[in-house]
């Protein structure tokens, strides 16, 4: 049974740091690109980074290019969201999800057919 269950969430000050975890079990893992979304209360699922199979194709929202970087760990079934410079419009749930596709499809929700429970990211001072 695929499954995806993501950690290190919290409450960061602006201008800090969280890293997401990713951990995937149930399907071969390093057949599958991997995505990261984000959802705030009363927006919209926007999608905010994504990663091949292999890792070496990214792709990042504009709105987090410079800010967050995507890795994953093949050996560890595991993909990271390192968020820096943490601002408060980047408080969300996030969710990692994952796409059959070895290169990864556009960053919408509807190209992504398997889904964590979340983590909860608040910015805040």
């Known amino acids: 049974q695929l499954q995806l269950v993501e950690s290190g969430g919290g409450l960061v000050q602006p201008g800090g740091s969280l890293r997401l975890s990713c951990a995937a079990s149930g399907f071969t893992f390093d057949y599958y690109s991997i995505a990261w979304f984000r959802q705030a209360p009363g927006k919209e699922r926007e999608g905010v980074s994504s990663?091949?199979?292999?890792?070496?194709?990214?792709t990042y929202a504009d709105s987090v290019k410079g800010r967050f970087t995507i890795s994953r760990d093949n050996a560890k079934n595991t993909v990271y969201l390192q968020m820096n410079s943490l601002k408060p419009g980047d408080t969300a749930v996030y969710y990692c999800a994952a796409s059959g596709w070895s290169d990864p499809p556009a960053l919408k929700a509807i190209n992504f057919g398997a889904w964590g429970q979340g983590t909860q990211v608040t910015v805040s001072s």
């Open positions: 990663i091949s199979s292999s890792g070496t194709i990214t």
